[in-house]
């Protein structure tokens, strides 16, 4: 009984990781499906197993671990910061002058994706209606840039010259010419507030003499489920804490071709009595690329496994907000999603 206990156990919390497939992977921990175990849900013992542990966090990048939760609700949170954390993103591209060899409709699209530098939350999301639908935004609602660039030649370039760089002025057009026009109080509101470009040196087009670019852009509020432009983040995934055990001692030959099967630092080399033994110190950076399995005097000697509710999230902002503010935003979008989910339950009761 303690055999079955065991294989149940491992069914239920863990993902094996086999030479010809992966077992274990749907969820089967619900109510009523294993006698002796109680899987209904408990809000104390949710509590007692659920944790957020950051790992690693800087402006751009954090890695954290969500533990204790379903697959369900993780992937919800990373679509969550994939697609409804909102930001502001150029929607309405004015040109007034293009002279340059590039479409107008491709100058527009290189410019919605531009990653702009404003915090969402200080900004309303602007009404689509028809009788809305006018040019001018408001300071709510809207953010003003421009671009205003010509070329020219450059009278103190040498007769022998071919460098454009040396040749021509203003050739170059970069994502620090994008200039922000304050509307109504807005430069008195955001003063201590730098609105522009997130990165200064995004190529936009290149000008040859004579050529110019007047145009006038209108930033407004979005989320990613409406356009890509409107994702915050450069990338947002997970992926299941790697478990690897050794089923015996391993050493001498056979413990240095193990270490050489799994990422760096996953296996060490310890010596006993002058013989070098092999020892699991970080299953963590393992990629589980199952490269033991191929090898037949290595593969019964290590079982690999992911822990089926230890979740390695990693968020790349794109600069935009900070990637623990992203965490935080998805969170509550969460939190409004089950709460609206709640009232809808309530009003449905009460029909």
Known sequence: MAATMKN????????????????????TDFPGNYPGYNDTWNLGRFQKNFSINVVQLD???????????????????????????????????????????VQDEVLAHRLGLVPIRADPRLFEYRNSGEDTAVEEG???????????VKCSRN???????????????????????????PIGNQADVFANAVIGPVHDDI??????????????MHCVKGIGKDHAKFSPVATASYRLLPEI??????EGELAERLQRCFSRGVIELEEHNGEKVAKVVN??????????????????????GRIRDHFIFTVESTGILSPDILVTEAIKVLMSKCQRFLSELDSSDVD
């Open 8 to 27: 149940v156990e491992e069914i239920r919390s863990r993902v094996i990781l086999g030479e010809f497939g992966v077992k274990n992977v749907h969820t």
């Open 59 to 101: 402006k751009d990048s954090m890695e954290f671990d969500l533990v204790g939760i379903d697959a369900a609700i993780a992937n919800a949170f990373r679509r969550i910061l994939l697609a409804e954390v909102p930001t502001m993103a150029i929607e309405k591209v004015f040109i007034y002058n293009n002279t340059s060899i």
């Open 138 to 148: 408001s300071e709510i609602d809207t953010i003003q840039l421009q671009l205003k």
């Open 155 to 181: 009278p103190r370039a040498s007769k022998d010259s071919s460098d454009p760089r040396e040749l021509y002025l203003n050739h170059m057009v970069y994502s620090r010419d994008l200039k922000w026009m």
């Open 203 to 216: 190529l936009i087009a290149q000008l040859r003499p004579g050529q110019e670019l007047d145009i006038v």
């Open 245 to 250: 055990t050794l089923l015996e001692r391993v």
């Open 283 to 304: 299953s963590r950076v393992d990629t589980c690329s199952r490269e033991v399995l191929r090898h037949d005097d290595l593969k019964n000697l290590v079982k690999l």
